[in-house]
């Protein structure tokens, strides 16, 4: 049911390695998130876009770059990351509504990321 | 600041008992909006219900119930007859309000439920 696919869905990489993570939504949605879900902590908001503009970075550090070029695509760019960011990263969306009322989020399968 | 606490870490139940999950949520805001969220094994987090600050009356939706306090700040969760399938982690979550087009949502730590056979 959920709409929202994210990969890939495992990805193993060393600190100085460039990666990418890449959600879709299939919900016609206009609002989409980036959470990390870190061992034995709350679900953390990294960054989140509205029509294709970021409206919230969560003071995430530089190493995570998001990039959203359309309303259904949400990307994660990572760099020189640390062990500490291995983490599952889970992608949202929703829809977004301009007034009125909290519409829920639907979430992907996330991506378990392990920086070694 | 907004704040979720879902005290309990861990909780094991043996088939068909009945189980309840809290959570205790501080906010200034007079609007707001309550969640719970089921996270399986697979990952995603699937929804089961969003309940606004106004509406203080319990739901009920097959084996699952609701009971929302504002005297207290809670918004626990009850299986009732549970199952193996429902082993998860549950999370309860908490709404900013509206603004823009965005929903924020401020989560607590999650409940691992463990149902044996």
């Known amino acids: 049911e959920t709409g929202v696919t994210q990969t890939p869905r495992h990805l193993v990489m060393g600190m100085t390695n460039k990666k990418s993570l890449k959600c879709e939504q299939h919900?016609?949605?206009?609002?989409m998130y980036w959470y990390k879900q870190s061992a034995k902590k709350p679900l953390e908001l990294m960054f989140v876009?509205?029509?294709?503009?970021?409206?919230e970075n969560n003071s995430v550090p530089s190493r995570f770059s998001p990039e959203c070029p359309n309303s259904s695509h949400l990307f994660l760019h990572l760099h020189t990351l640390q062990p500490e960011d291995s983490a599952l990263y889970l992608c949202?969306?929703?829809?977004?509504?301009?007034?009125?009322?909290?519409?829920?989020?639907?979430f992907g399968p996330g991506t378990r990321l392990t920086v070694l | 600041a907004q704040k979720v606490t879902q005290a309990q870490t861990e909780i094991s139940v043996v088939e068909k008992e009945d189980v309840t999950l809290d959570c205790v949520y501080e906010?200034?805001?007079?609007?707001?909006?309550l969640f719970w969220y089921k996270q399986p094994p697979s990952g995603e987090l699937v929804f089961l219900i969003r309940?606004?600050?106004?509406?203080?009356q319990n739901e009920i939706s097959g084996r699952y119930s609701w009971n929302f306090q504002k005297s207290t700040s809670s918004f626990n969760f009850t299986i009732t007859a549970s199952q193996v399938v429902d082993s998860a982690v549950y999370f309860c979550?908490?709404?900013?309000?509206?603004?823009?087009?965005?929903?924020?949502?401020?989560f607590g730590k999650g409940i691992t439920l463990s149902v044996r056979p």
């Open positions: 949202a969306s929703s829809q977004g509504r301009l007034a009125g009322g909290i519409d829920r989020q639907y």
């Open positions: 309940r606004n600050s106004f509406d203080e």
């Open positions: 979550a908490l709404s900013e309000p509206y603004t823009g087009a965005n929903s924020k949502l401020t």
């Open positions: 906010t200034r805001d007079t609007t707001y909006y």
């Open positions: 876009y509205n029509f294709k503009e970021q409206t």
């Open positions: 919900l016609g949605h206009n609002a």
